[in-house]
């Protein structure tokens, strides 16, 4: 599993998010014991973790279903979060482009509806709001770590209009691009 993968799916561990439950199974390797990413026990260190893509990977290779949250029991969550997951990796794919559901459901082949229900179920929030965080998320990071003009970092983020961008950008964090970008700095 590459690096960027394994931290996303360690991240929703740390977090309990349901995001790759029926997709990952934790294999904690100090205890021999495989959970789902959502287990309520004590989040195993990264270090002593690996990710299986299938239960049946991890018993090959040594690991006993966890009696707290027993992997083997499929809930109606597993095709649900593989759906999710697949959300999730387009969007930070394509978070600089206009990025709409219906865009987002003809790439899944499934119907803007269903794709809106599910996703929120399994996560909470909608699409079009975890493209938002996407996008803020790369947006503080471009005005921290570089020199790019508001207008630019807002273009690299799916703002073509500067001035959206910025009452966007506010909307979110009650402060200007500029404000966050020397305030952040003046902390550095
Ligand atoms: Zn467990």
Known sequence: MEQQ??????????????????VYYTGVKTTKIVCRPTCRAKTPLAGNVTFYDSLEGALHAGFRPCKRCKPEENGPLRPDAALAAQVDAIIEKKYSDKLTLSMLAASLAISPYHLQRVYKQVTGYSPAEKTERVR?????????E???????????????SPSHFTSWF??????SPTEYRNGQRSLL
């Open 5 to 22: 993968l394994f931290n996303r799916v360690y991240e929703s561990v740390v977090k309990r998010e349901p995001t790759y439950d029926g």
């Open 146 to 160: 570089t020199d790019e003009a508001v207008a630019e970092v807002g273009a690299a983020v799916g703002y073509s």
């Open 136 to 144: 803020l998320k790369h947006a503080q990071k471009l005005l921290v």
């Open 170 to 175: 506010c909307r979110r964090t009650g402060l």
